[in-house]
């Protein structure tokens, strides 16, 4: 019997000059209707980005972000290139890229969901991780004094491959995506001391987040380029559709 496993795709664009950026933030409204016609399409958002390395309040006006949860690997395929939203991003990006992401762990909720629909995982290739929360008005200017510290030891990591921050509402809204050469790489990040530690440690003990989710996910697809990407992170196209 043949079975498809849920695929995952998040999708960058860059935009380049005030009229293609003014654009790409108004699709951030207008390309909404078109978004929940997407066949095979379970759960989108569309999000903004922050500057420097991503992880700080300040939004980044030239990149955005498209993230789709799909039934298949081949509707995550087929949407990311011909519909609508996807083409017209496109059409006026600079530059884009996608990664196809499969999920093989998941907790919380987003938007009071479980988007995510775990696959065993094959533990081979490089593994993304993304975190996702709506901080709590009262404790936003302290969760936003300890980002750049956590911004900093990320990108001084040599092992990292990718990393941005990306969110649907500024300040409140906060989405951190990661991309690591292998989970232990990525364990050990997160067991070491410093900003990182302190900050999970004060969001435990603070019940800053009124909504948090954290996920894992192989990455088994890309499509397009982006800077400072030197190499594929997976072969692409790919044989993604599994059986049973």
Request: aromatic residues 12%.
């Amino acid at each position: 019997m043949e079975s498809t496993m849920q695929c995952v795709s998040l999708s960058l664009f860059r935009f380049d000059g005030v009229a293609a950026r003014s654009w790409a933030f108004a699709m951030m409204g207008a390309a909404r209707p078109s978004m929940a016609r997407v066949p095979g399409l379970k759960f989108w958002k569309l999000c903004g980005s922050g500057t420097g390395e991503g992880f700080t309040p300040f939004p980044n006006t030239a990149v955005y972000a498209v993230l789709g949860v799909f039934e298949s690997d081949s509707a995550a395929r087929e949407a990311t290139k011909t519909a609508r939203a996807w083409r017209l991003f496109r059409s006026r990006a600079s530059e884009d890229w996608t990664l196809f992401l499969r999920p093989i762990s998941a907790r919380g909720a987003w938007s009071g969901e479980a988007p995510f629909r775990i696959a065993e995982d094959s533990g081979d290739g490089p593994i993304a991780a993304l975190t996702r929360a709506t901080i709590k008005p009262s404790v936003a200017a302290r969760f936003w004094q300890r980002v750049p510290d956590i911004s900093e030891v990320i990108g001084s990591d040599p092992n990292v491959l990718f990393k941005i921050g990306i969110g649907e509402v500024p300040l409140l809204h906060q989405i951190t995506f990661s991309v690591w050469p292998d989970a232990e790489s990525m364990a050990q990040f997160a067991r070491n001391g410093g900003p990182h530690s302190d900050a999970i440690r004060a969001v435990r003990t603070g019940a800053w987040f009124r909504e948090e989710l954290y996920a894992r996910f192989r990455i088994v697809g890309e499509m397009g380029r982006w800077p400072g990407i030197d190499a594929r992170l997976a072969p692409d196209p790919a044989p993604l559709e599994a059986t049973t």
